[in-house]
């Protein structure tokens, strides 16, 4: 938990926060369309992962039509590749696989499930910074901006793709 202090007309009142990672729209309110925010709570998931299946292949489409109408050289598509890892790795650690408490079994525990996310992570990062750097040191000084902006584009929308995957969704049985 997490004290905050407010100070109002000369009192100062204390409140306790709790602080814990919250989903993509868990902060909607109910008063506009009530019938509405209740449909798209039942169908969170299946909404969630749909986005992010669309994303990614829009992005790897980016790539596919540049490889074909452009000159884009395939060491440059290895970007990608390290993003989609990126994206499997991270997706693949659940939230619960983090608690200390909750997680006990495999090889190295919720250490090991941390360290998997970070690296995971860090692939995802790397593709996406490599690929801007590559739009533009090769592509850009070049004028060949389509082939250097398609693949920043793919991995951009596979780390947004990633992102909405793992935060999106919820663990609730329902």
Same mark, same amino acid.
């Given at each position: 938990?997490?004290?905050?202090?407010?100070?109002?007309?000369?009192?100062?009142?204390?409140?306790?926060?709790?602080?814990?990672?919250?989903?993509?729209?868990?902060?909607?309110?109910?008063?506009?369309?009530?019938?509405?925010?209740?449909?798209?709570?039942?169908?969170?998931?299946?909404?969630?992962?749909?986005?992010?299946?669309?994303?990614?292949?829009?992005?790897?489409?980016?790539?596919?039509?540049?490889?074909?109408? !452009?000159?884009?050289? $395939?060491?440059?598509? @290895?970007?990608?590749?390290?993003?989609? #890892?990126? =994206?499997?790795? &991270?997706?693949?650690?659940?939230?619960?696989?983090?608690?200390?408490?909750?997680?006990?079994?495999?090889?190295?525990?919720?250490?090991?499930?941390?360290?998997?996310?970070?690296?995971?992570?860090?692939?995802?990062?790397?593709?996406?910074?490599?690929?801007?750097?590559?739009?533009?040191?090769?592509?850009?000084?070049? !004028?060949?901006?389509? $082939?250097?902006?398609? @693949?920043?584009?793919?991995?951009?929308? #596979?780390? =947004?793709?990633? &992102?909405?995957?793992?935060?999106?969704?919820?663990?609730?049985?329902?």
């Amino acid at each position: 938990k997490w004290r905050s202090r407010v100070r109002a007309d000369s009192t100062t009142q204390t409140s306790d926060v709790t602080m814990s990672a919250k989903g993509c729209f868990d902060d909607c309110t109910t008063d506009c369309c009530p019938d509405t925010y209740d449909k798209f709570r039942e169908n969170r998931n299946k909404i969630s992962s749909a986005l992010a299946g669309a994303l990614f292949a829009i992005g790897w489409w980016f790539m596919i039509d540049a490889s074909v109408a !452009h000159e884009i050289e $395939g060491k440059h598509q @290895l970007c990608g590749v390290s993003s989609t #890892i990126g =994206l499997i790795m &991270f997706n693949s650690i659940s939230s619960s696989m983090m608690d200390n408490n909750m997680y006990t079994d495999g090889v190295c525990g919720p250490t090991g499930a941390r360290v998997w996310l970070i690296i995971g992570l860090m692939a995802s990062f790397a593709g996406f910074i490599a690929a801007t750097w590559i739009m533009a040191q090769v592509y850009l000084p070049h !004028h060949k901006e389509s $082939g250097g902006v398609s @693949l920043f584009m793919q991995n951009f929308l #596979i780390l =947004l793709s990633s &992102f909405i995957f793992k935060f999106g969704r919820t663990n609730d049985m329902y």
